[in-house]
């Protein structure tokens, strides 16, 4: 997935393509995508056409490099599934430190 957007509110976008396991390419001075990819890691961020050019040449010369984005990017963005998001919540209202008989 390639995204040169430089204004998004979330990644949704990039979580979507991580969930199909897809590697991810997109604009570096997006917050939101910055926030997300780990450069090189679980995706590419660049700035250029060149960039882009670059960053798929690699995934294309290297399939097993575009599947490694493509599952370590699956595995981050299950961290934002509603199940996950329902966990964090919950663990911040209910630490287990806390006893609910104390109330």
Same mark, same amino acid.
Request: glycine share 8%; proline share 3%; hydrophobic share 45%.
């Given at each position: 997935? $390639? +995204?040169m957007s430089?204004?998004?509110?979330?990644?949704? $976008?990039? !979580?979507?393509?991580? !969930?199909? %396991? %897809?590697? $991810?390419?997109?604009? %570096? +001075?997006?917050?939101? @995508?910055?926030?997300?990819?780990?450069?090189?890691?679980?995706?590419?961020?660049?700035?250029? $056409?060149?960039?882009?050019?670059?960053?798929?040449?690699?995934?294309?010369? +290297?399939?097993? !490099?575009?599947?490694?984005?493509?599952?370590?990017? %699956?595995?981050?963005?299950?961290?934002?599934s509603w199940?996950?998001?329902?966990?964090? @919540?919950?663990?911040?209202? @209910?630490?287990?430190?806390?006893?609910?008989?104390?109330?």
């Amino acid at each position: 997935m $390639v +995204n040169m957007s430089d204004s998004e509110s979330f990644g949704i $976008v990039v !979580l979507e393509a991580w !969930l199909a %396991r %897809r590697p $991810v390419v997109v604009q %570096r +001075n997006c917050l939101a @995508f910055g926030e997300l990819i780990d450069d090189g890691v679980d995706g590419f961020l660049v700035e250029s $056409v060149g960039d882009i050019c670059t960053a798929v040449k690699k995934y294309l010369q +290297n399939p097993e !490099l575009a599947l490694q984005h493509g599952e370590l990017g %699956r595995a981050k963005a299950l961290d934002y599934s509603w199940e996950s998001i329902a966990g964090m @919540f919950d663990k911040t209202l @209910f630490p287990s430190s806390v006893s609910l008989g104390s109330f």
